[in-house]
Structures are given as C-alpha cells and as structure tokens.
C-alpha cells in the first residue's frame, strides 16, 4: 500500500464512524481459560475479540510487552494479518528507538504493523529510521497517561517549556513525510488541550479513556486533528466480560460499540 497511514486512517474512520483504538494486550493471566487448550492462547483469544469488535475499531494497537517471547511474536504476527483481514490497521505500541543500526533493526516491525509508537529520548537521529518509512504511521511519546510521566515530561527547560511541549514542537519539526502522530493522555486533559493548541495539525493516540478513566471528552476535542486520531482502550474493552467465561468476546464487543457512541457524542 502506498497510501500513507493517516490517509488510510481516515478512511478507516470514515467507514466505521469511529475513532476508538482496541488495545490488544492479552494478559495470559486474565485469558479465558477454555482458551488453554489452543496451540496460542493470546492468538485464540485476540482472535475472538476482532470478530467481536472490528465493526467498532479504528484501529488495534497490540502492545509489544505481551507477546515477547517465542510463541507471542506467532500470536501477532496472527494476530496483525487477521486484523488485515477484516481491513483494520494496526498500531504496534511499542516504545521503541534507539541509536544506529539498533534502530534499523527496530524499524523492521513497520514491515509488519502500519504504525509504531516511539520513544523521543534519544532524539532526532534515533527516530530516523521509522521517520523516513513515509507510508507508516509514528507516534512519538509526549505526555504520557501514567501517573509518573509528570516525573520528566513536566519538568521545566531552561526557555521556559515543559520538555511534553519541547517533545511536541520536535515532532511537528521531524513531520516532514507527513506520518507523525503524538501520544498524549486523556488522563491529563489540559495538557491535552495545550499541546492540541501548539501542534493543531498532528494527530494524536489518546490513551487513559478506559480502565485509567481519562477524560473522554477531551480525548476527541483536543485529540483529533481534522477528524484524524485515535481514542483507546485495552483492559476496558477486552476484559470487558472477565466474568462471563465463554461469552467474553461478545461482551468486548458491546464494551467496543459503548466508547464509540461516547466518543462519538463529542465528534
């Protein structure tokens, strides 16, 4: 596809009248556990929760830290093309950059996912070989939903900045192919709001909404860029129905269809 991320993004959206992200993190201490039995769990489960949601998801965001290991890596790379199937794009929540040919490495998992989240610390350079993958998405961690992210991210620099600002106006900078997207959380809504006011034309993966209880309202007011951006939720959807064994799948999918009709009210 030569189509960049956020065009196909749109299109996405445009589909499905909605901007909701479903964070495919399965724990395999909360898996069902009728799905023991299957060769992959995480897969058997992330499966069922597609066929419940797809018709409510903008995009999936798996995160990298629940699949690594031997049979995890299968569990996505099962998990991205079925997504595929079902025309979704995905968003591997990753963290990643590094210096030099470690990051070129790294990059390699844009062959398979439509996106990455990425981590700004080591800067420009570090970043570089996602950067210039101009048909895949990158979203650069600003202000993070977690209670220590104002550990660093708030600190003051020497202009007077935060350094989630400084981190802002570095990505607008590096988004010269047009694929730069910025993470900031609904958990923290009038930072929200003042990054949205510094780079009006990035868009933005908003998390927190779910089990974090961010502000949803914020999260699409300040969150989209010309109707492009994402709004997820993990645990808050896809243990939705934690207690209601074989019938979990359809419950995420109610759980799904619920933020979209809440999010949709502020769109």
Not at 18 to 32: A, C, E, F, N
Not at 133 to 153: E, H, I
Request: aromatic share 8%; charged share 30%.
């Amino acid at each position: 596809m030569n189509e960049d991320f956020f065009d196909r993004l749109r299109d996405r959206i445009d589909r499905v009248d909605s901007v909701v992200s479903v964070g495919l993190d399965p724990d395999p201490t909360r898996i069902p556990e009728h799905l023991d039995e299957y060769d992959l769990p995480r897969w058997a489960f992330n499966r069922r929760i597609i066929d419940a949601t797809h018709e409510h998801a903008a995009c999936y965001k798996p995160n990298a830290a629940f699949y690594e290991d031997g049979d995890g890596w299968r569990a996505l790379r099962e998990t991205i093309a079925y997504a595929h199937g079902k025309d979704v794009p995905v968003l591997l929540d990753a963290k990643r950059a590094d210096i030099g040919n470690t990051s070129r490495q790294y990059a390699k998992l844009l062959d398979h996912a439509d996106a990455i989240t990425l981590n700004p610390y080591l800067g420009r350079d570090s970043l570089e070989p996602f950067l210039s993958r101009a048909d895949k998405g990158v979203f650069v961690l600003c202000r993070t939903s977690n209670p220590g992210g104002s550990d660093v991210q708030d600190l003051e620099l020497a202009s007077g900045d935060r350094v989630y600002e400084r981190v802002a106006a570095l990505a607008d900078l590096w988004n010269r192919n047009g694929n730069v997207g910025l993470v900031v959380g609904a958990t923290t809504p009038e930072e929200l709001e003042s990054v949205r006011e510094q780079v009006p034309d990035l868009p933005f993966l908003v998390p927190g909404v779910g089990a974090q209880g961010g502000d949803a309202e914020a999260a699409v007011t300040h969150g989209l860029a010309d109707g492009v951006g994402l709004v997820n939720s993990s645990r808050g959807i896809i243990f939705a129905g934690e207690d209601r064994g074989a019938a979990f799948a359809k419950a995420a999918g109610e759980a799904a269809k619920r933020l979209k009709k809440r999010l949709n009210r502020y769109r």
